[in-house]
């Protein structure tokens, strides 16, 4: 297969990925901008950090006035999931120059790394394809994000339109998306029920990693018990 | 630009490339160890239960179970969440509910 038609699956994969990310990429543009982050480092975080569920979970953060380093580790923990994928892509992408592959990874996320995979069960691995599939969500992740940004002091108070609403909303629906079976279903039991006690007792905003560490490492070790009585 | 979020941004962008790159890069012939991998799979779900059970339990950084507009505006959201799995309709069904419950 030439480079051109490799760009142009590479596009066609980019496509349904496109337009999840606008309308979310909006949302988080508008959302940063009501947490008090300038057009500017909007953008910035969109274009360097360039993970969703993280920009979000840092967002409502800096609005609470969390400490940087706890929301630097939350954004660690909550990204560590991306180890496993660049781990799976290992088989298809190992025989590129570690230069490039340094290069391809800086844009890895859980959409585009599951179209990829779907596209590699039929289709030889490609560089051309994975670039123009990564690039092309990416600059739409950015786009949308300065356009959300760019809207967003124009909306007025946040609550009259249900803003207050959306990151517990997005939590939800990205929760629900991660409930797998009843482990995922008890670790995220204990970790809900742990994160609220910790917050009571501990300011900081520190709740969160370690109700996440503890539970799931409850999950790790009750495991065994579980899959006996299924 | 505030130099504090700045300095957050490039410490997010660090933590986040890391674990992006180092596998395809370097560990591409060793394995990781199993039960780490196992701990791994659980902390997506369990980062986001901890980051949503104050949302809406403690939504002035006090314990509320009656006349919470975040908790009731929690139920119909996940039920659109289950029945349409669709990030962009979950959160717009949630905002609807919350402006919804103020005017109630």
Known sequence: MGWQEEIK??????????????????????????AGLDLLTTVLMSVLVYAGSAQFIAVSLLASGAAALSIIFTTFLVNLRHLLMSASLVPYLRRYHPSFLALLSAEITDE????????????????????????????????????GGLTGNLLGDPSRLGFNFALPAMFIILLILQLKNRKT?????????LSVGIALLWPGNWNIILAACLAATIGVAVEPWIDRSC | MDRQILLVILGM??????????????????????????????????????????????????????GNPYLLAAIPTSLIAIRTRSIALTILCGMAAMVLLNYI
């Not at chain 1, 279903?185 to 029920?193: D, F, K, M, Q, R």
């Not at chain 2, 990781?32 to 950084?61: C, D, K, T």
């Open chain 1, 9 to 34: 699956q590479g596009l066609k994969s980019a496509s349904p990925i496109v337009l999840g990310y606008l309308p979310l990429g909006f949302v988080y543009g508008v959302l940063a901008r009501e």
């Open chain 1, 112 to 147: 585009t790394f599951a179209m990829a995979m779907a596209h590699y069960a039929d289709h030889e691995p490609s560089l051309f394809y994975h670039f123009t599939l990564h690039l092309t969500s990416h600059f739409s992740w950015v786009l949308a994000s300065f356009l």
């Open chain 1, 185 to 193: 279903l008890l670790v995220a039991g204990i970790a809900g029920a």
């Open chain 2, 13 to 66: 962008a660090l933590v986040t490339y890391l674990p992006r790159m180092l596998p395809l890069v370097i560990l591409s012939r060793t394995q990781l160890p199993n039960i780490f991998l196992r701990w791994l799979s659980y902390i997506p779900a369990a980062v986001l239960a901890a980051l949503l059970a104050p949302a809406l339990f403690l939504p002035e950084g006090r314990f509320a179970l009656v």
